[in-house]
Structures are given as C-alpha cells and as structure tokens.
T-cell receptor, first 111, second 114 residues
C-alpha cells in the first residue's frame, strides 16, 4: 500500500540556517505529494504541493521537488526564521483516497 | 468567511461514555475526513466520506462511528469501545476525490478521558 516516511525530529536550527527535511514515499499509482505545516494548537495548512514527477512546489521560501526516480519529496528552505518553528508533515494522495501522512517533523528555530 | 468549524475545542469523556465531535464546513465540499493525531504518530485516518450518505473506514475506525446526512456536516462519535480515546482530532474537507486537491483543516478538538 501507499506510505510516507519522513525524517525523525526534532530539528533545531539557528535563524538563517539552511533547512532540509527528508521525505520518501511508496505508492502503487501516480500520487500527488504535499507538505503541510501545523502551528501549536492548530489544524494543518497546506505549505506546497506537486502533482507529477519533476514538478517543484514552492511557497514562502520553501521548496520541494517531486523525484520519481528516488521516490522523494524533500523540503528545503535557504534561510529559516523563528516564525518557521512548527511541525511539518509530508503527505501523498491518490485519486479517490484520503491523504496519507508521514509522522511529522518538529522544527525549532532560535534567534 | 468560508471554512471548517470543529467544536468543542476541548472535550472530556468519562469511562463508558460516548461523545460526539462536531465538524461543519461551508465550503460546499463533497469530501470530508476525520484524522486522529497522537504525539510521534502523525495523523491517522479514522473515516472519510466522499459524498452525502456514504462513508468509508480508514486505518483506525474501530471504536468510532460517523454519519453524513448533510453535505456540510460530518460528526464523529467516539464510543465506549474506543479504549484509548485521548488524542487531538482533526476534521478536514476537500472539493472531491482528486489526487491534486488540497485538504482544508479545522482547528481540532482535544479529547481527554477523565
């Protein structure tokens, strides 16, 4: 079946550091891939998505590229801010199914 | 403003009691979902519904029940058969069942056992 694996956290960085959160997936079809972000005590918000191989999703300085050959969708940001501190979830979705999430990675950025 | 409303924000359950979590959306979305979030476990799918009067079990449906009598409403009942109900519950919706559609999430309900 379909599944998502993302790197364990927490990830602790200083402001302006480079961020990578690894995500790999297993899928039988041609899913779309997503990154969602969750701030404390809130629901999830879509950060970015990619719907086919080699697509790059981007938003708020974050980027991720849909790599079919390595079944990966790693999240990157060149310079993190304190306000980026949150939990990040990688997810995939096939047509007719619900979203399948990874376990989440907590990011903590200090000034 | 359009969105998803979950209520209550905090809920307490006594042993042997059924409790119902409310989820309402005014986005005119066909599909709705319930997820359970536990620390370190990510989000796990409980139930989802792609259309009124129809719903499917997710990965952890045991001890839960749902109904979808109206397009805008998808309540979740946590029954006494659910032995470990303490968790953060998230409701979501999407336009339909296409892979590229994003999900819109409510702000969640924290359920605790007294």
């Amino acid at each position: 079946g379909n599944s998502v694996t993302q790197m364990e956290g927490p990830v602790t960085l200083s402001e302006e550091a480079f961020l990578t959160i690894n995500c790999t997936y297993t899928a039988t079809g041609y899913p779309s891939l997503f990154w969602y972000v969750q701030y404390p005590g809130e629901g999830l918000q879509l950060l970015l998505k990619a719907t086919k191989a080699d697509d790059k999703g981007s938003n708020k300085g974050f980027e991720a590229t849909y790599r079919k050959e390595t079944t990966s969708f790693h999240l990157e940001k060149g310079s993190v801010q304190v306000s980026d501190s949150a939990v990040y979830f990688c997810a995939l979705r096939d047509t007719g199914t619900a979203l399948i999430f990874g376990k989440g990675t907590t990011l903590s950025v200090s000034s | 403003d359009g969105g998803i409303t979950q209520s209550p924000k905090y809920l307490f359950r006594k042993e042997g009691q059924n409790v119902t979590l409310s989820c309402e959306q005014n986005l005119n979305h066909d599909a709705m979902y319930w997820y359970r979030q536990d620390p370190g476990q990510g989000l796990r799918l409980i139930y989802y519904s792609q259309i009124v009067n129809d719903f499917q079990k997710g990965d952890i449906a045991e001890g839960y029940s749902v109904s979808r009598e109206k397009k805008e409403s998808f309540p979740l009942t946590v029954t006494s058969a659910q032995k470990n109900p303490t968790a953060f519950y998230l409701c979501a919706s999407s336009i339909g069942g296409q892979a590229n559609e994003k999900l819109f999430f409510g702000s969640g309900t924290q359920l605790s056992v007294l």
